[in-house]
């Protein structure tokens, strides 16, 4: 199972429209999370003061979430 979700994910990743995708997703939903979670130093212009790992993981986890969560439909249409 794992491996299918695994394979799954890596053929979305392959997928050139769907990518482009994923990564404005990312961008859309990590930007508003960004915001709110970090809203006085990106407005205020204290970059210094920015905490740059959440503000990575903060677009990497949307990423993944819409990878994976295409993968898991299409895997789901197909056996169905």
């Known amino acids: 199972m794992l491996k299918m979700a695994l394979q799954a994910c890596f053929l979305q990743l392959l997928n050139k429209l769907k990518l482009i995708k994923h990564i404005r997703i990312a961008l859309f939903v990590g930007t508003i ?3 709110i979670n970090q ?4 407005i205020g212009f204290r ?4 905490h740059y790992v959440k503000l990575f ?4 986890v949307p990423f993944l979430v819409s990878v994976y969560s295409a993968a898991t439909v299409n895997t789901t249409i ?3």
Do not use: V, W
């Open 33 to 35: 999370l960004n915001l």
């Open 39 to 42: 809203f006085n130093q990106i």
């Open 47 to 50: 970059f210094d003061e920015i």
């Open 57 to 60: 993981i903060t677009y990497l």
């Open 78 to 80: 197909g056996k169905s």
